[in-house]
């Protein structure tokens, strides 16, 4: 096979080549030399979390997740693939539409107060390792915070010059289903560059895919070779098994009538059983976008903040209003949770909300499973609706 | 008593009624005329009669000891005042007063409790109208009694 | 006020309170003026959330009529600690705005027809902006009905005001209370009882409702069983708000925001959700 190193230059969006991990490497530092902040998948904490990387060496080589519905373990892997697992608890929404925002703050006049908007600084992100899942996650969030009636600034900010390198998925996850939600595991668009890690006996590389005019940018300045065809059919089935392994499937034909059709059945009883509302699932779910906000002052009174912070349907002040909460139940939240994910977002954004990466499951505490729930509706629905919908 | 069959047979309880069946209940109505003050019923009286109201406004109350009547519903125009005549005891269980000016039809009831025995499809064509009413009136009192507009403690 | 801060959503506007008005033991009607500029159109049935100083925020419907161009008016109760704080605020105090937001009332589309405008209880705040706007413009509509139910005489919204339509000509008024008291001669029972009474053609008639959702719920059961079409009925919903703005996912009712949906919603399209327990 030949190897020689391409010459630096224009390249046309859709390129192909192969990086070696020092092209890797080299890809982290030519980011962090064009200031963006670098964040991808690490090990901490026994999980592998998305935090900043300073170079190859900060990604979890020779690691994979095994997860199941309520189950998350590492385990070394047999070789020293960088992105040998699926996802971890976090996503990049941690990132893009932060835990905790301040809003703004205000400070009191002699009559009156006054308002200061917020810092608007924010670090130019560049993730490595977005999944085919993440990147439908990202672009719902879009849909959701930037093309409302109205914008969340904030999030418009934060979205503002990412540089994305998606990695295709060698491994399925246990509560995987990409592959039914049609989100995966190949990635296909928003992506700036997408890499495909190559493993076999003597040889760790990367199929490398650009997919914006800023990806060809970096990427022509990155040392790297042709691909061969090869290259690329190996990374085909590499995707393709992958494929094959999903962990779960979900069937959504006619899901969200059956859901909107059916608030009263008797399996939201039973999910309400287990549910211990802690909210689990809507941390860790890469869409999941609930807000609320607070009013903090200090102890004078002179100045007050509002911050917004992440909050859950699961709360159950999430519902309150005139003196009660209109969801006092558990299962009622639960329905509320499943149906405006899989059902009601469709309504409002277009598609579902879900992308099939498994974190809800994976991280119950009692193992409750989005694909077991729906298929318990779909099975012995109380109220039928016609096929085809 | 030909004005007052048509006077009757006008009144929207009434609406769509077969002549003959409203030639019998015609039969036992009368005019009545009340002044603002004066009752129609008090509690505990025979239900004799029960009104059609065809002008002005009833108000329905109970009178609790020591204290000032407490009005818990008015009846107007197109309403009927008195379910009581239609089972045992046959008592009125609370006070009917005319707010204002009120002119009713009142049917005498025990011409009509007899007339039922003795006609079962008439006693059922009655009870067809006469239980919409007072199931509507329960739906009624159940929203009244909700307090929906009373302020909840947070 | 900078820029930035006139292009963020979450920012709340300074505004001054101009006038209060008590007309409650736990409820007073605010008149506010902006700081600088002036207030934004807005039309019937649509609210703003207003910010007391480090307390927080309350989604309040104007209650005002659309066309005096210089202030909000909105009527609020006190039923916690924001809307307290608001509720409370004196003639010259500062407080923040966001809005207009929400859907209106149908006051355009129900030009050709028969009108009515029932309320109960502070229902009547919300449904004051089309009945100041129905009556600027009482020639383009039919037949035009109040109704309007409350707790006791005492609990009697704008009592002034429902005197004032009640003595023209060209409008029905109905008022009813829960519980009466010794004086007074009015009707006694709930406000879907006033509807068989009220003069309307329901083939040609528009239905804008507003009030506690139970109320609600009885009040469009009794229009349709008076002939009245589901597509004729507005009722005006409520749910938990943060944000107002579609972004934070509390005020869902259903697949809707009652924020940007809402909060007017036309009753064939909740009628089968509204019957759903917890929803």
């Not at chain 3, 000509?169 to 007074?184: K, P």
Request: a neutral charge; charged letters at 20%.
């Amino acid at each position: 096979m030949a190897s020689v190193d391409l010459p630096v230059g224009d390249l046309p969006v859709g390129t192909k080549a192969i990086l070696s991990r020092q092209g890797l490497q080299a890809l982290i530092d030519v980011l962090g030399a064009r200031g963006y902040r670098v964040l991808g998948p690490t090990l901490r904490d026994g999980a592998i979390v998305y935090d900043d990387l300073a170079g190859v060496a900060d990604l979890p080589a020779g690691w994979t997740d095994v997860q199941q519905a309520g189950q998350y373990r590492l385990e070394r892997r047999a070789d020293e693939a960088l992105f040998g697992y699926a996802v971890g608890p976090s996503s990049w929404k941690r990132f893009l539409h932060p835990p905790l925002e301040r809003l703004w703050q205000t400070q009191r006049t002699s009559n009156g107060f006054t308002v200061t908007p917020p810092d608007t600084t924010v670090p130019k992100f560049a993730f490595l390792g977005v999944r085919a899942c993440e990147l439908h996650a990202i672009q719902i969030q879009d849909t959701v915070l930037k093309r409302g009636p109205y914008r969340d600034t904030g999030y418009d900010r934060r979205r503002q010059d990412n540089f994305l390198i998606a990695v295709n998925c060698g491994t399925a996850g246990g509560t995987c289903f990409c592959v039914s939600m049609k989100t995966g595991p190949a990635v296909d668009s928003g992506f700036d560059l997408a890499l495909t890690e190559l493993l076999d006996a003597g040889s760790h590389r990367f199929l490398v895919e650009t997919g914006s005019a800023a990806g060809a940018a970096v990427l022509a300045e990155l040392p790297r070779q042709a691909a061969t065809p090869d290259d690329c059919s190996a990374a085909q089935v590499v995707v393709a098994r992958t494929a094959q392994h999903m962990g779960r499937s979900l069937d959504t034909d006619g899901l969200k009538q059956l859901l909107q059709a059916n608030p009263d059945h008797k399996r939201w009883e039973a999910v309400g059983e287990r549910c211990l509302s802690c909210g689990n699932c809507t941390m860790v779910c890469p869409t999941c976008f609930c807000t609320a906000v607070a009013d903090h002052s200090d102890l004078a009174g002179e100045t007050a903040e509002r911050v917004r912070r992440w909050d859950s349907c699961f709360n159950p002040d999430f519902s309150y209003i005139h003196g009660g909460t209109v969801r006092t139940e558990t299962k009622s939240r639960y329905r509320q949770w499943i149906t405006h994910k899989l059902a009601s977002w469709i309504d409002q954004f277009g598609t579902a909300g879900c992308v099939g990466c498994g974190r809800c499951m994976t991280w119950c505490p009692v193992g409750i499973d989005i694909t077991e729930e729906a298929r318990a509706i779909r099975d012995n629905p109380a109220v039928a609706v016609p096929q085809g919908g | 008593m030909d004005g007052l069959e048509r006077i009757v047979l006008a009144h929207p309880f009434f609406a769509g009624l077969e002549e003959k069946i409203g030639q019998v209940v015609a039969g036992c109505a009368r005019n009545h005329r009340f002044n603002a003050g004066e009752y129609l019923g008090h509690e505990g009286e025979p239900a004799d009669e029960v009104f059609l109201i065809r002008h002005g406004k009833v108000a329905l109350e109970i009178l609790p000891p020591g204290q000032p009547a407490s009005v818990f519903s008015t009846q107007g125009v197109g309403e009927i005042v008195g379910a009581s005549w239609l089972v045992p005891p046959y008592r009125w269980r609370f006070d009917a007063r005319a707010l204002e000016l009120t002119r009713a039809i009142g049917i005498d009831a025990r011409c009509l409790r007899e007339k039922f025995e003795a006609d079962h499809n008439l006693g059922y064509e009655m009870m067809k109208r006469f239980l919409p009413v007072v199931m509507q009136q329960l739906d009624e009192t159940r929203l009244q009694i909700l307090d929906v507009y009373g302020k909840r403690e947070t | 006020m900078s820029a930035a801060v006139q292009a963020d959503p979450f920012v709340p506007d300074p505004y001054r309170v101009v006038r209060t008005r008590r007309e409650a033991r736990d409820i007073t009607t605010l008149e506010l003026v902006p700081l600088a500029g002036e207030r934004p159109d807005y039309l019937p049935g649509q609210f703003n959330m207003l910010y007391a100083f480090g307390v927080g925020e309350v989604a309040i419907s104007m209650s005002g009529d659309p066309a005096a161009r210089g202030s909000f008016v909105h009527t609020v109760r006190d039923v916690g600690r924001a809307s307290g704080a608001v509720a409370n605020l004196a003639a010259g105090a500062m407080v923040g705005v966001r809005g207009p937001y929400g859907s209106a009332w149908p006051t355009t589309a129900a030009e050709g027809s028969d009108v009515l405008l029932i309320a109960g209880g502070l229902g009547l705040a919300p449904l004051r902006p089309a009945i100041y706007q129905v009556l600027a413009h009482r020639e383009r509509y039919g037949r035009v009905v109040l109704l309007y139910g409350t707790r006791t005489p005492d609990d009697i919204l704008y009592r002034p005001q429902l005197e004032q339509w009640r003595r023209r000509l060209d409008v029905q008024v109905m008022v009813t209370v829960d519980h009466g008291d010794a004086e007074w001669r009015g009707d006694v029972g709930v406000v879907p009882k006033l509807i068989p009474r009220a003069g309307f053609d329901p083939h040609h008639a528009l239905a804008m409702v507003c009030g506690p959702e139970v109320m609600m719920r009885f009040t469009a059961d009794a229009l349709r069983q008076a002939g009245i079409g589901m597509e004729q009925i507005y009722l005006s919903m409520e749910r938990n708000m943060k944000c107002a703005i579609g972004l934070c996912g509390h005020c869902q009712f259903g697949a809707d925001f009652v924020c940007k949906d809402g909060p007017v919603m036309r009753y064939d399209r909740i009628a089968d959700i509204l019957a759903v327990r917890e929803i």
